[in-house]
């Protein structure tokens, strides 16, 4: 073709446009290598994955009812993709490959694109080769502001993780499939920290009130979390705001992939510190500290309001409803005799020579068949039987369900309930996201080798 001055103008013309189609353009979520500092300041840094660099990536804040757009760019060595844990969420942007999408390959990109109908904490990580990815850094919170803020002074978002570092070089431990791992309580590490770093502080003054974003970010620790130097309440757990809100009294679990919303009065003098804290048998660890200087407000403060209702369904007629019950097996201890892998039934022998430790009413792999066949906004009740000599933290994509307490009342809202070893808890689910959903145990090693499965809405 011959170039006339038709044709090059034209072409400069748009040129001189693609700057600005440039700008305009979605914008990116670029998970890649990074360095950060891990490790107490004085030891070396630690090679991470993160969502533009960072462990955790960046705070992803919008208000409820938004649409959320991301193009999910793959500068990882590994294929990738992003689940956004808790939204009640288009299941095509749902982020689990092998069901809801392909996983990104190295260099390619995925476009999210979603709206937010509930308020709350949320959180996005990867969910590709989880168990790993997840500990090398792919995580980061996502912020649903209410059209009407609580009654606050600040706000501060604490991602909890643990770290499983050489304290020589700073390295993450490479072993994310190691057979203990995966059959006893999961990838437990070494070291625990807040935002990606030891022991941060924040700055506070004396009275203040503040609002805390827990979330559990850490493969397989179940968090004992403690206050020291405030007061303060639970208002929402999973994002969905409590009807009324808990005075905190001692240690409260937060398990992994769960998050609490605090509202907290601080009371530690001028020149102290408060602090999160991390209760163990011997007592309690500092995670984070605020720094107090100054006074606030000196009046003592009534109990906070409850956060606004999200729009979530009714549950009526719950002990009409469909009763299904699921076994969690296998593990140390407890080791699986047998279960299916896809139609074939192996020994728990041959399962561990594959890995597979685990397994869900005897499957040892996401099943070829859903674990639930719901018709859209049908409610059904879920027993999660723990028959294993460990705990696990039940995920149900897509929806948020309600824990029945061992007295028939209905508990909490949630997206994932802690199920401990030799527990049976029930939950109630309206499913109405229609979508093939996943269910699985957040401890990540868990999944991986067999506690998966999955739901159907239609
Ligand atoms: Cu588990």
Request: proline share 7%; net charge negative.
């Amino acid at each position: 073709m011959l170039l006339t001055r038709r044709h090059v103008l034209k072409a400069a013309a748009a040129s001189a446009l693609l700057p600005r189609l440039a700008a305009a353009g979605p914008v990116t979520l670029t998970a890649r290598e990074a360095r950060q500092q891990i490790a107490p300041e004085g030891y070396p840094d630690t090679a991470i994955w993160g969502y533009e660099g960072g462990a955790p990536g960046p705070e992803i804040r919008v208000a409820q009812g938004a649409r959320l757009s991301r193009r999910l760019m793959n500068e990882l060595p590994q294929p990738t993709a992003v689940h956004w844990h808790g939204i009640r969420i288009d299941n095509a942007m749902d982020g689990v490959p092998g069901l809801t999408q392909q996983a990104v390959p190295q260099g390619g990109s995925f476009d999210y694109d979603f709206t937010l109908p509930d308020a709350g904490t949320y959180w996005y990580h990867s969910h590709n080769r989880s168990m790993e990815q997840v500990a090398r850094g792919l995580y980061g919170p996502l912020i649903v502001d209410e059209p009407s803020a609580p009654d606050i002074d600040g706000e501060w978002v604490l991602v909890l993780d643990d770290w499983r570092l050489d304290p020589e070089t700073g390295a993450l431990a490479g072993d994310f499939d190691n057979g203990h791992d995966l059959s006893h309580a999961g990838r437990l590490g070494n070291l625990l920290t807040v935002n990606g770093g030891f022991d941060p502080a924040y700055p506070a003054r004396q009275g203040a009130r503040l609002r805390l974003r827990l979330i559990n970010a850490a493969n397989a620790r179940v968090f004992e979390l403690g206050l020291d130097g405030m007061q303060g309440w639970i208002v929402a757990l999973d994002g969905m705001p409590l009807e009324e809100p808990l005075p905190v009294s001692g240690a409260f679990p937060l398990a992994p992939a769960q998050r609490a919303d605090l509202i907290v009065d601080i009371t530690a003098e001028s020149g102290t510190a408060a602090s999160l804290l991390s209760i163990e048998r011997d007592g309690g660890y500092g995670l984070c500290r605020f720094d107090v200087a100054g006074q606030g407000a000196r009046a003592t403060r009534e109990a906070p309001v409850p956060l606004p209702p999200n729009p979530l369904p009714v549950i009526e007629g719950l002990a009409d409803s469909p009763l299904h019950q699921m076994r969690l097996e296998g593990g140390a201890m407890r080791w699986l005799d047998s279960a299916r892998l896809g139609e074939t039934e192996l020994s728990g022998r041959e399962l561990a020579q594959l890995g597979r430790f685990w397994a869900l009413n005897g499957q040892a792999d996401r099943p070829e068949t859903p674990f639930l066949d719901a018709a859209r906004g049908s409610l059904h009740r879920i027993a999660f039987v723990n028959e294993t000599a460990f705990d696990h933290g039940m995920h149900l994509h897509g929806h948020h369900f309600r824990v029945i307490a061992p007295n028939g009342e209905l508990g909490p809202w949630r997206d994932t309930v802690l199920v401990a070893r030799g527990e049976t808890r029930q939950i109630a689910l309206v499913a109405d996201n229609p979508g093939d959903w996943l269910l699985h145990c957040h401890m990540l090693g868990h999944a991986s080798s067999g506690m998966t499965s999955w739901f159907r809405v239609t």
